[in-house]
């Protein structure tokens, strides 16, 4: 039993942290294992293609100034850092291309701190690979649900869910690197609760990302703590000036336990298919859909409609945006460069893109309509020719999202695209093949020597 052995702990609370840390690796279900792969090969193709970004060049060089004991790799490169410092690098990676994936109901982009920590933790200490994706999956359900428990009002106040809920799940993920327990598992929460953190006014900017890798170091530290005894108060979650307390006007607790162990909330994760703000791909993929089903041409449109949820001006409303981190999240820039390239991938979000003379002139053709009667994966493209004929597409689950699946097919595309600018393509099909096998591995040092660069490409 990993119970808190204290009353004071929450009901759902301690239910829920009896059920992540207390089940065997060996008693999750194989769908569910196969989805933590699926999120592990996805982890390590944004970490490694990111490698050479500056806000994780400036991580990375600002951790190897402080130094340490050399304990995990900067993934990507030959560096061995801190854990706690490899986790925050590794964590800004996965997140600086904004094309991580997303536990779609709470746009929580939980994997990225889940194995930022949890890989540097299991290399450091030699756990295995079916550890690894166990702690995945049940790191992912603790976030999951608590982010479902806060979710929207917490979304809408301006907290980014990522780096708020980011860490505990990064927690429970490092919590069961540690094999921790009764109440060292809720001190654990605890620490990485208080921890919590990141505005969405950020959006646009270095300190995304940064949002992500603090997550990860912060999980990881709040159970290396709680491991040599420190401590937290025993109700984080739903005390009563407790995260749920502070950082949301409404909760609902029941989210945490509801269904558990019989619905996964990682089977209602989205893989991004657009390197951009997640809320922006409906109405991408219905432009797409114009231009491929109804031979739409850039050069015939006299205007673009396009009507979409509220969070999508809301999150993705720059609409002149001055550098490609800017583009990713203004969803008129990214359905512009869509239709002009036939791709919105991480190529297409650059500096010199956006100031496009093809791309502006496009840009203000295209007009935004929020609607409240559409969800998030929803859209409607109405394009209007010169001729004056109007044509429309509605999307109604956007691409990578659980409803509308990337196959494993087209994710390790994705990830061949992403490393193997940096590895070279013989280095990423025998990364791939390790993530595949992962859970037959004793531990991660075959994977991980595979992750880093070696000779010519």
């Avoid at 986790?87 to 997140?95: I, K, L």
């Avoid at 583009?327 to 991938?345: E, R």
Wanted: aromatic share 6%; with cysteine.
């Amino acid at each position: 039993m990993t119970g808190s052995n204290d009353d004071r702990t929450s009901a759902e609370t301690a239910a829920l942290v009896e059920f992540v840390f207390g089940a065997a690796s060996a008693e999750i279900p194989d769908a569910v294992l196969h989805e933590s792969k699926r999120c592990l090969l996805d982890f390590l193709g944004l970490a490694i293609g990111a490698v050479a970004e500056p806000a994780v060049a400036i991580a990375r060089r600002q951790c190897e100034l402080l130094g340490g004991h050399e304990q995990a790799f900067a993934l990507g490169t030959a560096t061995r850092l801190r854990a706690t410092d490899a986790a925050m690098v590794n964590g800004v990676a996965a997140h600086a291309f904004d094309f991580d994936d997303t536990h779609v109901p709470t746009i929580l982009h939980a994997t990225t701190p889940l194995y930022a920590a949890s890989v540097a933790l299991a290399q450091w200490r030699g756990r295995s690979g079916l550890d690894l994706l166990a702690a995945h999956a049940l790191g992912y359900e603790l976030g999951a649900r608590v982010s479902l428990a806060l979710y929207p009002e917490h979304y809408d106040a301006g907290w980014h869910m990522t780096g708020t809920t980011g860490p505990l799940a990064a927690a429970a993920a490092s919590g069961r690197m540690l094999n921790l327990s009764g109440p060292a598992a809720v001190h654990c929460l605890g620490i990485a609760a208080t921890q919590a953190c990141g505005h969405r006014e950020q959006f646009g900017t270095m300190a995304k990302p940064f949002h992500a890798g603090h997550a990860a170091a912060a999980g990881a530290l709040a159970a290396l703590l709680a491991d040599d005894g420190f401590t937290s108060a025993p109700d984080a979650l739903q005390g009563r000036r407790g995260m749920f307390a502070v950082m949301s006007t409404v909760s609902t607790p029941a989210d945490l336990v509801q269904g558990l162990g019989e619905r996964w909330e990682i089977f209602r994760n989205g893989v991004k298919p657009y390197a951009c703000g997640v809320v922006t791909h409906p109405a991408i993929d219905a432009l797409l859909r114009l231009q491929s089903e109804a031979g739409l041409s850039v050069d015939d449109i006299e205007h673009i409609d396009l009507q979409v949820h509220p969070l999508v001006p809301e999150l993705t409303g720059k609409m002149e945006p001055r550098t490609g981190l800017e583009g990713k999240f203004s969803v008129v820039f990214a359905c512009a460069i869509a239709l002009l390239d036939g791709a919105a991938g991480e190529r297409q979000f650059s500096d010199a893109n956006v100031t496009r003379a093809d791309v502006r002139a496009l840009i203000r053709r295209i007009r935004l309509t929020p609607d409240a009667e559409l969800d998030h994966t929803q859209a409607v493209a109405t394009a209007k020719r010169k001729d004056g004929e109007s044509i429309s597409r509605r999307v109604e689950h956007a691409s990578g999202t659980p409803e509308n699946r990337l196959d494993d097919d087209a994710l390790a595309e994705k990830f061949r695209d992403l490393v193997g600018p940096v590895l070279g393509s013989t280095q990423a099909s025998e990364l791939e093949r390790r993530v595949w096998e992962i859970d037959s591995a004793p531990d991660l040092s075959a994977l991980l020597s595979a992750s880093v660069p070696s000779g010519p490409r």
